[in-house]
């Protein structure tokens, strides 16, 4: 039976072999949490980055038990409330033994379906992923003070797409900061977007738009 309730709490920490430990907190479920390795961080930037995923867990459980690998993280998308397990493949691991077998892939584990995240996707991520780690700080420092009348003021602005300067121009009579915070919100919450953030880095030019509000008609 596929597990009703989400995953919440994260098993004790293990680092493994070559892996150093990272703190972080995440704005997107509002709490510190500690990741095991650098390929780690950049998977946990991608589901920060994706506003799809409502929510996650880092280390939810093990593949098979206490002592055996542990999961990197449960996520769960919008519409989807069993989830999904994101296990990160780490670096080949040196062996003297020829016939020494490579961790095995998962496709499900506890009736879960399961993402194996390699370093060439990682690879393939890396200009998004570099962006996020410019934009999380402002939405951790920024989480206390959010200001709904400013984004909703700069969502009226991206009638069309518009860069970051244009938008900081705009709201000039406003803190810089706090502005750039807000368009960030927003992003993250998938009321905005900006294909730029995936191909260049992020820079006064990088575009924004907002997205279409999409209504929900009530059954007859």
């Not at 409502?54 to 990197?72: F, S």
């Not at 961790?103 to 379906?113: C, G, V, Y």
């Not at 890396?126 to 402002?138: G, Q, V």
């Not at 069309?160 to 810089?176: G, I, T, Y």
Request: aromatic fraction near 10%.
């Amino acid at each position: 039976m596929t597990k009703s309730m989400p995953y919440t709490r994260a098993v004790p920490f293990s680092r493994p072999a070559g892996r150093r430990r990272i703190e972080v907190f995440s704005p997107k479920i509002g709490r510190r949490l500690s990741i095991g390795g650098y390929d780690a961080y950049r998977t946990w930037l991608v589901i920060e980055a994706n506003p799809h995923i409502i929510t996650y867990c880092e280390r939810p459980t093990y593949v098979e038990g206490p002592r055996g690998q542990v999961i990197d993280f449960w996520v769960q998308l919008r519409g989807e409330p069993a989830g999904e397990f994101w296990i990160v493949e780490g670096p080949p691991r040196p062996s003297s033994k020829p016939d020494t077998l490579p961790l095995e892939r998962h496709s499900h584990l506890h009736d879960l379906a399961v993402r194996n995240i390699n370093r060439a996707d990682l690879i393939g991520w890396a200009i998004p992923i570099s962006n996020w780690a410019r934009i999380i700080p402002y939405l951790v420092s920024h989480s206390r003070y959010k200001d709904a009348l400013l984004e909703q003021q700069i969502m009226a602005f991206l009638v069309h797409d518009e860069s970051s300067d244009a938008v900081l121009k705009k709201f000039a009579l406003r803190d810089e900061t706090t502005v750039q915070a807000a368009l960030f919100q927003l992003l993250a919450d998938g009321r905005v977007t900006s294909s730029d953030l995936a191909t260049e880095p992020m820079g006064g030019s990088t575009r924004f738009h907002r997205m279409p509000v999409v209504l929900v008609s009530k059954p007859s």
